[in-house]
T-cell receptor, first 113, second 111 residues
Framework: DTGVSQDPRHKITKRGQNVTFRCDPI?????LYWYRQTLGQGPEFLTY????????KSRLLSDRFSAERPKGSFSTLEIQRTEQGDSAMYLC???????????FGSGTRLTVV | KNEVEQSPQNLTAQEGEFITINCSYS?????LHWLQQHPGGGIVSLFM???GKKKHGRLIATINIQEKHSSLHITASHPRDSAVYIC?????????????FGEGTQLTVNP
């Protein structure tokens, strides 16, 4: 499978717990994006990597959120001290660059109870 | 006002009907994307366009840069076309090419 993989597909966690999601992009794609989507809304940008460098973060990304892309390959998104408002679908996408399209993963659905 | 607005929010059609979904945007863009999202969350890229018109099978996407408007057409619609269709843009200011999304159009095609 040469698509974008996200793990896990679903995560239920108790409020206050930490969670970590993983995204494996298409191997030759140097750009990697994280988006968050709540029910009935379009996705919203969270953060963007070019290779291993995190080049942009949204104001939506509070200090409880951190993302990494070590070695410019897979990426992780960690949410510390989860809150009910963090419940959403977290989507990862990768791209070769501005002139190219995007490939999305299937998303990780987080439910904070 | 959102930078990307879609209409209608919801659309119900009978199988075989011609469908149009509209997208208007308020920023300068380098490209506009039409995406399809099925229940369960996965998003599939349908089109990326910066001018003119593109066609793939029964899907046609057009864009008018001067009017900042794009349309997605589905000819001979089928129940398997039922999904959320999302318009997204990459704006000219943002060098990282992140996408700004509309809220999506929920399409239901009845047999």
């Amino acid at each position: 499978d040469t698509g974008v993989s996200q793990d896990p597909r679903h995560k239920i966690t108790k409020r206050g717990q930490n969670v970590t999601f993983r995204c494996d992009p298409i191997s030759e794609h140097n750009r990697l994006y994280w988006y968050r989507q709540t029910l009935g809304q379009g996705p919203e940008f969270l953060t963007y990597f070019q290779n291993e460098a995190q080049l942009e973060k949204s104001r939506l990304l509070s200090d409880r959120f951190s993302a990494e892309r070590p070695k410019g390959s897979f990426s992780t998104l960690e949410i510390q001290r989860t809150e009910q408002g963090d419940s959403a679908m977290y989507l990862c996408a990768s791209s070769l660059g501005q002139s190219f399209g995007y490939t999305f993963g299937s998303g990780t659905r987080l439910t904070v109870v | 006002k959102n930078e990307v607005e879609q209409s209608p929010q919801n659309l119900t059609a009978q199988e075989g009907e011609f469908i149009t979904i509209n997208c208007s945007y308020s920023v300068g863009i380098s490209a506009l994307h039409w995406l399809q999202q099925h229940p369960g969350g996965g998003i599939v890229s349908l089109f990326m366009l910066s001018s003119g018109k593109k066609k793939h099978g029964r899907l046609i996407a057009t864009i008018n840069i001067q009017e900042k408007h794009s349309s997605l057409h589905i000819t001979a619609s089928h129940p398997r076309d039922s999904a959320v269709y999302i318009c997204a843009v990459t704006d000219t200011v943002n060098s990282g090419s992140r996408l700004t999304f509309g809220e999506g159009t929920q399409l239901t095609v009845n047999p």
